[in-house]
């Protein structure tokens, strides 16, 4: 009754075929190309190929990060378990997702900021020179942005691609109109398998 495909290495080399027609028509760099198709693979939304920004060095910083064996910071738990740790580890690095620390539960409540947001903050001088992808809460890539412009850390690269309709296209505008490197999904789409895809791309192009 159903033609179903079994094999999973056919099924993932038959879906790249098909997100190749829907990028026929766009001029990518190899390397944003690789990118844009793990997300729009993950999210099953060719509508997403047009959204995707990269700052001009986002590619080449996340890649050189990676093979310096840099660390990846999550704002959930999500994300982090969505990255390779495996291949990860391969390089040097590591992931790390703090929201569920008490110091953060703790600096959360007493400043009445997001747990998302407190674990950047008190991660700041660790995330430095380090990648962030931030796949659900705009307060973490807020708190990024905040910590940059007052000289405190600047990361190799940001992944930002909160999703929601509370400041998460808003907090994506903002990084893209920084000076920080950058991957970003405009508008209010996104959320955690997004950015670990995206993580997960440059993983592969840098092993």
């Known amino acids: 009754m159903y033609n179903i495909n079994w094999d999973p290495a056919s099924i993932i080399e038959e879906s790249m075929r098909i997100i190749e027609g829907y990028m026929e028509d766009y001029n990518f760099p190899a390397e944003e190309k690789a990118v844009i198709k793990r997300v729009v693979h993950t999210s099953g939304d060719p509508g997403l190929i047009n959204l995707i920004k990269f700052s001009p060095q986002a590619i080449n910083n996340g890649m050189e990060a990676l093979k310096k064996g840099k660390d990846v910071f999550t704002d959930v738990n999500m994300v982090r378990s969505g990255v390779s740790a495996r291949l990860l580890n391969k390089l040097g690095g590591q992931v790390h997702c703090h929201i569920a620390s008490p110091q953060v539960a703790q600096m959360a409540k007493d400043l009445g900021i997001t747990r ?51 400041g998460a296209a808003e907090s994506k505008e903002a ?17 955690s398998p ?9 993983i592969h192009l840098s092993v």
């Open 116 to 166: 998302a947001a407190a674990a950047i903050r008190t991660n700041a001088e660790h995330i430095d020179g380090q990648i962030v992808a931030i796949g659900n809460a705009p307060t973490a890539l807020f708190e990024i942005l905040s910590l940059a412009e007052q000289g405190i850390c600047r990361p190799a690269l940001v992944i930002g691609v909160p999703v929601g309709f509370v």
């Open 194 to 202: 997004i950015a670990a895809a995206i993580t997960n791309a440059l």
């Open 175 to 191: 990084v893209i109109d920084s000076d920080l490197d950058y991957i970003a999904l405009r508008g209010t789409r996104g959320g």
